[in-house]
């Protein structure tokens, strides 16, 4: 059932959207009239009403529209419009050939956090176009790498589920909703892809690849790791499920890591993640959707028995991922590493805290991980200080201490008196070099050149 929107606005505003516009059926000039062919089309086409801030450019045959609302006039749409143009080149390169829209929005909706009227923050994909709401406060850098993590995420979406989906998606029912059990594709594949195609492209290095798994990695532990990611797909509405929901974007960008590596090794390096969602995608299409209990059996068919048992094991099943088993297939491993860092900071993150009701007790941070400076010390999370080189402490005098530490070298004897349960502790030593213990995801060394050829194809192919 086609539906006509007819809408009436200030004339000092204009609408961004993908829906095509009606002139002859407006009935005056202060209206706007948009046609749908369907219900589907209404809720696929967001529209935004905003004062001319806008900017267009063109990749491969699409016209891409960056349209801005900054409610303190912040930011301009041009500010943005470089990055945006270089990470979409980037994305379409990493694609190649999959078809997609001809013309695609960017709706960015900078929300005034003094003046709250965003319900959070985030982004909602679409078939032509994404919907963005970030924080007018952010720094341009910052908006620049968000929009880059969030636009690129929901723009892959254009894969999976708009291109390759089951027909619980295809033929939604809003009132009545029935959810398929392929959460790990339709936002795990999407996100592995927004970090993958980063490094492959060159916009972030492999050490940044790395650490952005790796915090996936540590994310996905504050989730049930020992549950059935379709079963909690299927049901994700429901309890205990629907608080596990944010892990599609941690344990299901791994899922996708997983199967990836697996690919390529079985393959020697030929066949990939991105390769099976073209593969689907010539097979279904935006309009042909897929049996939701059949699609594990085809993906096997595809490719190889160690497909199916990881996704019986993995995905269908409950046992979580030893991730280093993948990593040393591409010749990597996580390991403990010392980083240097400062005595009392590590970069601008302070090892010690002050009482908010008597800034007279300094103390020493819990619940996180000291520098070998306070373990050479043999110094707790909570010790009070009290005085460190003769010095009473407090905040005022501990602020000439700190700026003393940068000038400190290894062999430089420090003595300090700390309250611990009630009870004054003297120590003293000498200060050493402070490092700090950090995983990391490392290259492996003395791996057989195949090995190093099968990530190079994994992360830059």
Known sequence: VPYAIHIKKPTDLIATTTLSDQIDRKPDPFWDAFLAN????????????????????????ITVTLSLFSPNNVYKASDLKNRMLKMMEAQKKFLGDVDSTKEYNILLYLSDVNKPDAHGFGALEHHTSTVVVLPEAMDIGRLEQAMVDVVSHEFFHIVTPLSVHSKEIQYFDFNDPKMSQHLWMYEGTTEYFANLFQVQQGLISEEDFYERMLGKITNSKFYDDSMSFTEMSKNILEQPYEPNYANVYEKGALINMCLDIILREKSNGEKSMLWLLKELSKKYGTDVPFEDEVLFGEIVQMTYPEVDTFFKEHVIGDTPIDYDVYFSKVGLATKDVEEPTGYFFDGQVPYMDVDVQNDSVVFIRENIELNSFFDDLKLQGGDIFKVINGEEINLESLRPIIGESFSWTPETVVSMTVERDGELVSVEGKVGQPVKKVKKIVPLENVDQKIIDLRKAWLKD
Not at 41 to 60: G, H, L, Q, R, W
């Open 38 to 61: 369907r219900y589907f089309e209404v809720i696929d086409n967001p529209i935004m009403y905003a004062k001319p801030n806008t900017e267009s450019f063109e990749i491969n045959g």
